[in-house]
């Protein structure tokens, strides 16, 4: 699986977009990017992934770049709740279900 | 989506015993994962998991440490054995989602090793 590299942290004022970016410079064609956020003291879990085209759910949308070696994770308008770690993972669909964490992003939203 | 609980929620261990944690399951899977996550650190995973089969272990970790059992669909335990206070750290279950992109992580066992 490619490797990824996030900013170890960020900051985000409340109620604003938070961005998260992720570089994947060596990802392959049948790779797709995973979101999993940290919140502390719980469980990863699953925001939204894609692999080529912008996604868009409930809880966030995932911009991939058109080369696909870097993608963006916008949370639109950023709560308290938000705060965690986030996780950009690239994973081949041949890997059995497993999932290599990267070092994340500790996202702080603050008042 | 699958609720997971894990079995001690946290303990605090001599050095050179060894620890079992249990994973349950509220519905049957085929494969189950154990991660670790040292203090302020990533989750690395520690080994796959399945029903009828031994353990497959990610590199770095070996079964006579991270013993493993998987004696039914819903059910698992990885034991810490021989502990040193480097083994502290939290240890977590996960299962895939009905869909292959969903992992479902159970909340987790902190160990303190002295």
């Known amino acids: 699986d490619a490797k990824t590299t996030q900013p170890p942290s960020m900051d985000c004022a409340e109620g604003r977009a938070a961005n998260l970016p992720c570089n994947h410079s060596t990802i392959s064609g049948n790779e797709y990017v995973y979101w999993y956020r940290q919140i502390h003291s719980q469980g990863p879990q699953y925001i939204i992934h894609?692999?080529?085209n912008n996604e868009t759910n409930e809880m966030a949308s995932l911009i991939i770049t058109e080369d696909r070696k870097s993608s963006t994770l916008i949370l639109p308008h950023a709560t308290l709740r938000d705060t965690a770690v986030y996780y950009c993972i690239v994973r081949s669909p041949y890997n059995f279900n497993k999932f290599y964490f990267g070092s994340g992003t500790k996202l702080n939203v603050k008042p | 989506s699958a609720v997971i609980s894990q079995k001690p929620s946290r303990d605090i261990c001599q050095r050179g015993t060894s620890l079992t944690i249990q994973c349950q399951v509220d519905s049957q899977v085929t494969m189950m994962f154990w991660y670790r996550q040292q203090p302020g650190q990533s989750l690395t995973l520690i080994a796959t998991a399945n029903q009828g089969s031994e353990a497959t272990y990610e590199s770095g970790f070996v079964i006579d440490k991270f013993p493993i059992s998987r004696p039914n669909l819903t059910f698992s335990t990885l034991t810490v054995s021989n502990m040193s206070p480097e083994d502290s750290s939290i240890y977590l279950c996960?299962?895939?989602?009905?869909?292959?992109?969903?992992?479902?992580f159970g909340p987790g066992t902190r160990l303190t090793v002295t």
């Open positions: 894609g692999l080529k």
């Open positions: 996960s299962v895939p989602g009905a869909s292959p992109y969903e992992q479902y």
